[in-house]
């Protein structure tokens, strides 16, 4: 009796460990993931805020914090907190990664245009606190400032953002 | 060399032919306006004796000429709208113009008669600064203890509905060393995006379900009939007569009737389409006036002159029984 017991407590949490750390892995590669800490105003037209990324290397992870970067301004929108008040994303239509697909693949592949729109204020590989060893590689955080008025701009150019104007 | 001609001029043509035909919806002005709390408790007041009740007033004019505060905050907020294709009427310089027009309106005479302009009481109370949305701005520099902080209250009210349809409100970080100018600045670069993602769903919602305005019809006091007396041959009350217009011509018959009697309709929340196409052919802007006065032609043709009275973009009076 006390085998079958164990056995059906077996059974019922082996799915669902498997399935937390299946989560997590799609977690990382997800694109809504962002991970982001604000930590003031930024100038005019620009956002800054700390961000982390994952990667093989110190390195990747510090492009895939850039793009997370780029990222979260475009789809997610920014908290509020350290002073600054919540931004809102520049795309405010819904599934509008979906929708434009062909568009931010081409933006945010490797060297993409999305660089063009971060100012990273610290250059050096980040360490302490900021850079994490992890099983597979490591999580990095750095702090950036977005051209945010100028992502947008250029978003709205390319027709994807609407225009606060548009239509009058 | 012919075949580009033809290809340049097929473009041209194309080109005319969607500027003729896709015209743009009548854009909103937007104002911002140093709210009553502000001025009030700033001292930017005028007081008057109503028939014994004390009145206060915002006095915009001082406010706009001595605060510092005020006009940093209006500028910043004006370059960021301007720069999201919205340039701000300013309040300050709307204030100048309406001096100086009354003042040349006053002196104005035709050079062959010596005729002075004509112009009605009605037109005279008209000369005042207006905007179809008002940006209600509200902000104050608090301490606490040695550090400083910022509470800015922000609210976009559409003039006409009374509506707000956007608005943030906060308090900023506090700081020592801050200057309050630098903390202002700050607080508004750090509430604009929201402000205007406010904005935008308003836009939106105008652009998917009409633009929301308010309409009143009202009766001459000489006209010897009412928003109860029958007209057609059905023997139909003309206040019945004008609801069935309103719910055939609005955008999705979305209207609301909030009130009504024998001598008045008030017809608020209606969604009017945000264009149409003319006699012509051409998609125009529509506005209230335009709306109201396809019912001015509708019941003038049952034989009940009307005067069409605008009251802005967005609101409009019909007053029946003669012009």
Redesign the interface.
Known sequence: MSIAVTVLAVVMVLPANAQTRKERKILWNSQYNYEIEPV?????GTKVFKVWGYGKDVGAAVMNAKEAAVAACIFKGLP?G???????PIC?QPNAEQIHADYFEKFFEVGGKYLQYIAVTNDADPSGEDRIKMKKGFKVAIYVQVM??ALRKQLEADGIA????S?? | MMVNMKRLLLTFSLLAFAILAFG?????IIMVVPSDQYCISRGYKMEFNNQGLKQVLPDYKTALQTDPDLRLVVTKMGQIMA????PLKDLEQELKNLEQERAESSMLTSSSSGSEMAESPIDALKRVAKADIIMDLDFEVKRQGPQKYIVFNLKGLDAYTAKQVSG?A?A??PSTSASPELLLE?AV???M??F??G???H??DM?AKGREVKVQIKVWANWGENLESEFGSDGKELSSIIEDWFADNCVEGRFNLSDATENFMKFEQVRIP?MRTDDKGRQRAVDTRSFVSDLRKYLNGMGIPSKLYMRGLGEAWLILGEK
């Open positions: 003031g105003v930024g100038q005019d509020g350290g002073g600054s008040a919540p931004t809102p405010s945010y008025d609407r225009r606060l104007d239509g009058f | 743009q919806a009548k854009k909103p720069d999201r294709g919205f943030v906060g900023g970080s700050e670069l750090s509430h995006d929201n205007n993602a904005l935008m769903r836009f939106e652009f945000m």
